[in-house]
């Protein structure tokens, strides 16, 4: 799977939900989290990103590692909804993510 990391939070520019052919890139209040399950690993969000947030799990920098579980652990109670689109906002974080210090300029 993709992960999404740290710099994506208080960012979310959202130009990767319009490349994933799968829609399984999910909206909480802070971050987008993309669906372990449901990603089939096209690799078409990770270049559109103007943060580079976005890698391939085997990729991700040492500092931000503890995203690969924050992106999976997210739908621990989610499921597999089978898209983000009808799933809207889910406006909640993972418990790394909801507890940083606001990260935008
Ligand atoms: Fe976030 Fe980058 Fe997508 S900032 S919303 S991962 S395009
Ligand atoms: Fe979608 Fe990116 Fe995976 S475009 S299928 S989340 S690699």
Redesign the pocket.
């Known amino acids: ?2 992960v999404i990391t740290q710099a994506c939070v208080d960012v979310l520019d959202k130009a ?1 939900i319009d ?4 829609d ?2 999910y909206e909480g209040d802070r971050m987008l989290y ?1 669906h372990p399950d ?9 270049p559109v990103c103007p943060v580079e947030a ?1 890698y391939y799990e085997d990729d991700v920098p040492d500092k931000w590692k503890d995203f690969y579980n924050a992106n999976v652990e997210f739908f621990s109670d989610l499921g597999s909804p089978g898209g983000a689109a009808k799933t809207g906002r889910i406006g909640k974080d993972h418990p790394l993510v909801a507890a940083l210090p606001p990260q935008a300029e």
């Open positions: 799977t993709y990767c490349e994933c052919p799968v399984c890139i993309i449901e990603c089939v690993d096209c690799g078409a969000c990770e976005i």
